[in-house]
């Protein structure tokens, strides 16, 4: 794949055209038959969640940290499988394996000291390439982490607004 000729184009575009470059995602989240599941839309697809096991939940699906941890593992995947094209790195494997704690008696409200939400996240990248230099993963490495936008926004949170709508 010529990653350079798909995103020449854009590039172009977005340079050109600043305003053509801000875009704005969108997810949904529905209402199921039962309060410790729900469905997650997010216009091209459809996922269904459900409350831990730890919190109360059946432990067969994905939980919100589960996703939360996913979308992180799969942003940190195609941005380092992009960058490493991009800059011709030879790689053989790249794999991302994503980890977060969290102590779940601040989520049920138990233990008041305790934070609701992950205290640590830690990712390892899986990068076999033999034939790269140090250099290169040093560079590989400093360019994921830098585009990376799931992770970029987890190190430096958006300002985030809440709003209820009135229901009646």
């Given at each position: 794949m010529d990653l350079r000729s798909l995103q020449k184009p854009l590039k172009e575009q977005y340079r050109n055209d600043p305003n053509a470059s801000r875009i704005t995602l969108r997810a949904k989240g529905g209402q199921t038959d039962v309060p410790?599941?729900?469905?997650?839309?997010?216009?091209?697809?459809?996922?269904?969640?459900?409350?831990?096991?730890?919190?109360?939940?059946?432990?067969?699906?994905?939980?919100?940290?589960?996703?939360?941890?996913?979308?992180?593992?799969?942003?940190?995947?195609?941005t380092c499988q992009m960058v490493a094209t991009a800059m011709g790195v030879p790689t053989e494997k790249i794999e991302i394996i994503v980890e977060g704690d969290l102590?779940?008696?601040?989520?049920?409200?138990i233990a008041k000291d305790v934070p609701v939400g992950f205290e640590d996240i830690r990712l390892k990248f899986n990068v076999v390439?033999?034939?790269?230099?140090?250099?290169?993963?040093?560079?590989?490495q400093e360019k994921t982490e830098q585009y990376c936008v799931v992770m970029q926004t987890l190190m430096k949170p958006p300002k985030l607004q809440s709003e209820w709508a009135d229901a009646g």
């Open positions: 410790i599941s729900c469905s997650v839309d997010i216009g091209r697809a459809v996922y269904s969640a459900e409350a831990h096991k730890g919190v109360g939940g059946a432990g067969a699906g994905a939980c919100s940290g589960d996703l939360l941890l996913g979308a992180l593992a799969a942003c940190a995947q195609i102590d779940l008696r601040g989520t049920l409200g390439a033999p034939g790269a230099t140090p250099e290169q993963i040093k560079s590989l």
